[in-house]
């Protein structure tokens, strides 16, 4: 079997890094493992064309550009697997239309960017013409058949990272550390610090703390980090903090699942925003506290009974990279999925 991958990254990149042991394998999708399960795998370059960018702007929300550059390739092929949404709606379109005939599964992170009526008019033609709907969050399914979607067509997934990449050394931690830039609200986080006696360190885009430096919180526990760091100095970072806080904006969107995954992975406590996309649930699984979205009080108070708790933290982290050696792993993700890259194919024979 062979399978067709639409990134909505440029997965050349990662893919070289990965190689030289430099990338984890979570946001590869099972593309470096599926060749295990006899399956043949391949990437759509996501590269610039001039005359093409002009009209559609390097292919818009849609990533029009990435898959017109698929049709001539699609007959090679048994199946496509689109990582995002926007990266299989015009196929999907197309073979709703009955003018491509390839099978197409569409992972779907979150349908929280689909609002307007119009937004949701489209969205429903497009996803029409799927094969198959992976949905990472419970709270989307409804959506989904709300849009037209068929039920038998929806199929939950959970994400996994990399084991071999996060290594933890499980020493006794320096610092409080928090990394992304996706909806986090590191004003509510930098408003929490004021009323503990620790460090924090914040890692994420310049674009993520302009609120920061615009108020009048005090910063002088807190260390920010704007500049680019690759993914062995994050590793870094992760193993000499002492739990991870992921904090987030009201949002409908699923955010922080990267950073979790990471977290875990490295044996990491965490204290992360409460989200109705969010299905992990870290307080029953035993790795970590949920605070509410934008509650300073909750927030410093869960850091402060982490601080005060050393041997928690510990279990907290030892229990997150058990559940991700057992579960939430890159390997079962691709085991998963190359099953269901299988029973698709099949059913389109």
């Known amino acids: 079997m062979k399978?067709?991958?639409?990134?909505?990254y440029s997965i050349e990149e990662g893919y070289r890094l990965w190689r030289e042991q430099n990338f984890c394998d979570n946001v590869m999708y099972g593309l470096n493992r599926l060749s295990r399960y006899g399956i043949e795998t391949a990437f759509v370059s996501r590269g610039r064309s001039r005359?093409?960018?002009k009209i559609i702007k390097r292919g818009g929300r849609w990533d029009v550009l990435q898959q017109l550059r698929s049709l001539p390739l699609l007959r090679e092929y048994d199946l496509v697997f689109?990582?995002?949404?926007?990266?299989?709606?015009?196929l999907s379109f197309l073979r709703s239309l009955s003018l491509v005939k390839t099978p197409l599964v569409i992972q779907c992170h979150s349908l929280g960017g689909v609002n307007s009526k119009v937004e949701r008019a489209l969205a429903s033609i497009a996803f029409r013409g799927a094969s198959e709907i992976l949905y990472w969050a419970h709270s989307d399914y409804k959506r989904f058949v709300k849009l037209g979607v068929r039920e038998e067509k929806l199929q939950y997934f959970e994400w996994g990272a990399d084991l071999d990449f996060y290594q933890p050394r499980f020493e006794k931690g320096e610092y409080i550390l928090s990394i992304g830039k996706e909806d986090r609200d590191y004003l509510t986080l930098?408003?929490?610090?004021?009323?503990?006696?620790?460090?924090?360190?914040?890692?994420?885009?310049?674009?993520?703390?302009q609120d920061v430096f615009r108020s009048t919180v005090c910063l002088k526990n807190v260390n920010i980090l704007t500049a680019g760091f690759s993914y062995r100095q994050l590793l870094e970072l992760y193993n000499r903090a002492k739990f991870v806080i992921i904090p987030l904006k009201k949002t409908r969107k699923t955010r922080g699942?990267?950073?979790?995954?990471?977290?875990?992975?490295?044996?990491?406590?965490?204290?992360?925003?409460?989200?109705?996309?969010?299905?992990?649930?870290?307080?029953?699984?035993?790795?970590?506290?949920?605070?509410?979205?934008?509650?300073?009080?909750?927030?410093?108070?869960?850091?402060k009974y982490l601080l005060n708790h050393p041997e928690e933290v510990d279990k907290m982290g030892r229990r997150s990279r058990e559940l991700v050696k057992t579960h939430y792993n890159s390997e079962r993700f691709s085991r998963d999925?190359?099953?269901?890259?299988?029973?698709?194919?099949?059913q389109n024979r």
Do not use: W
Request: with cysteine.
């Open 257 to 303: 699942m990267g950073v979790l995954m990471g977290a875990m992975a490295m044996g990491k406590a965490i204290i992360m925003s409460r989200l109705e996309t969010l299905d992990l649930d870290i307080e029953r699984e035993g790795c970590g506290i949920f605070v509410e979205p934008e509650n300073i009080e909750e927030l410093a108070r869960a850091m």
């Open 3 to 8: 399978v067709l991958y639409l990134f909505d």
């Open 82 to 90: 689109a990582t995002g949404p926007n990266q299989g709606m015009v």
């Open 190 to 209: 930098c408003r929490a610090m004021e009323g503990v006696q620790d460090h924090l360190e914040i890692v994420c885009y310049p674009r993520n703390v």
């Open 51 to 53: 005359f093409l960018a």
């Open 337 to 346: 999925l190359a099953r269901i890259f299988v029973a698709v194919v099949s």
